[in-house]
């Protein structure tokens, strides 16, 4: 069946056309479809790899099967401006980049947070995790928290990204960077950003020990870095 794909922004620019028409099978699925691409574009293929599919208008998961007459779209992560300051990601993250994002003449102090993945939990040997968001929800909530940020310390400039999936011990989950013209709101402002994210922003983890495991999710304060 014939599958036509609308890119947006950046996207568009690096694959170079707002449109793909494709020959696709039917019984295959978003996740495929993602993989073709970023084979098919390999310059292009971090960006898509952070891109959110929509079927008919409605974000859908990369398992979801393609029919026809299906309208798809590939989103990018929203970028320009204050928004590309929130990000998140499978790949490896890179703490000189997110701190990169807040550095500027005016700041005086730059304050950071890298949360890892640890090995001990309560007495119980971690193996390895599995990060898990609702993307679109948790990058709005993550802008949130920035604009919380700048009402409370107009001269911030604040940048985050989390990373999900799969983690080992000692992998970098989260990293969020603050500036500020003085160092004490610098050291308040990641404090204030850090426990946000843990009360709002949809992002669960499941622990994988030597004799079990469980999803931990974040809404109330529970998942930890």
């Known amino acids: 069946m014939k599958v036509s794909i609308q890119l947006f922004a950046g996207l568009a620019e690096a694959i170079g056309s707002g449109t793909l028409e494709l020959d696709w099978g039917a019984e295959r ?3 495929e479809m993602r993989n073709f691409l970023m084979e098919k574009y ?3 293929a971090p960006l898509i790899r952070q891109s959110f599919f929509s079927v008919n208008h409605e974000y859908a998961d990369d398992k979801e099967l393609i029919e ?6 590939l989103i990018p992560p929203v970028s320009g401006g204050e928004e590309d300051y929130f990000l998140i990601t499978e790949e490896p993250v890179s703490i000189e980049q997110v ?3 807040v550095v500027h003449p005016d700041a005086g102090a730059v304050n950071s947070f890298i949360g890892t993945v640890r090995e001990l939990t309560k007495g119980k040997k971690t193996l390895y995790l599995e990060y898990e968001a ?7 909530k993550m802008k949130q928290i920035g604009d919380e940020i700048k009402k409370k310390w107009p001269d911030a400039k604040v940048a985050i990204t989390h990373r999900i999936g799969h983690l080992e011990i000692s992998d970098v989950a989260v990293v969020i960077a603050v500036s500020t013209p ?5 050291f308040e402002a990641c404090r204030y950003a850090i426990e946000r994210i843990k009360e709002m922003v949809p992002i669960w ?3 994988f020990w030597e004799d079990g495991e469980s999803w931990v999710g974040n809404q109330q304060g529970t998942i930890s870095y």
């Open 134 to 140: 609702y993307v679109p929800m948790a990058l709005r």
């Open 182 to 186: 003085h160092r004490h709101d610098s």
């Open 99 to 101: 701190i990169s994002k």
């Open 205 to 207: 983890k499941k622990e």
């Open 42 to 44: 390999p310059d292009a």
């Open 68 to 73: 026809e007459g299906d309208e798809l779209a």
């Open 29 to 31: 699925n978003l996740g």
